[in-house]
């Protein structure tokens, strides 16, 4: 699969499917990091972001998929992210005709403890 800029910017690759949705990983480096020790919210966001998109973008044969708009993105963050490696994976909570719902979560050590959750609604333009 073939990452945006802003997903290679962070380090993103993809590193597994599950149910044919791309499983990400950031690593930890220090154009991640926030406050010392920590990754930096916005980095959280930006992969819970290309998590639940490239799940979206799997779910298409590249010939016929949409132009995705977002129409709004909620993200709880849940506990610190440390200095390790981050995991991301999205899923798709509902796909319709014009609108489609997605669900991603980051976790680092224990995937039942995800560091962050997040929503996004998307307008697809066929």
Do not use: C
């Not at 990091?33 to 044969?61: K, N, S, V």
């Not at 680092?108 to 996004?120: C, G, H, S, T, Y």
Request: charged residues 20%.
């Amino acid at each position: 699969m073939n990452l945006p800029p802003y997903a290679r910017l962070l380090g993103l690759r993809v590193v597994g499917d599950e149910e044919g949705a791309p499983l990400l990983l950031m690593p930890w480096s220090d154009g991640v990091m926030g406050r010392p020790g920590f990754l930096h919210g916005g980095a959280i966001g930006g992969l819970l972001e290309m998590a639940a998109l490239t799940a979206l973008h799997a779910r298409f044969d590249a010939g016929s998929r949409p132009r995705i708009k977002p129409i709004n993105v909620t993200v709880d963050y849940r506990r610190g992210g440390r200095e390790a490696e981050t995991f991301a994976l999205g899923t798709i909570a509902r796909l319709g005709t014009r609108v489609a719902n997605l669900e991603a979560s980051a976790w680092q050590e224990d995937r039942l403890k995800p560091i962050a959750v997040a929503r996004m609604n998307v307008l697809l333009a066929r």
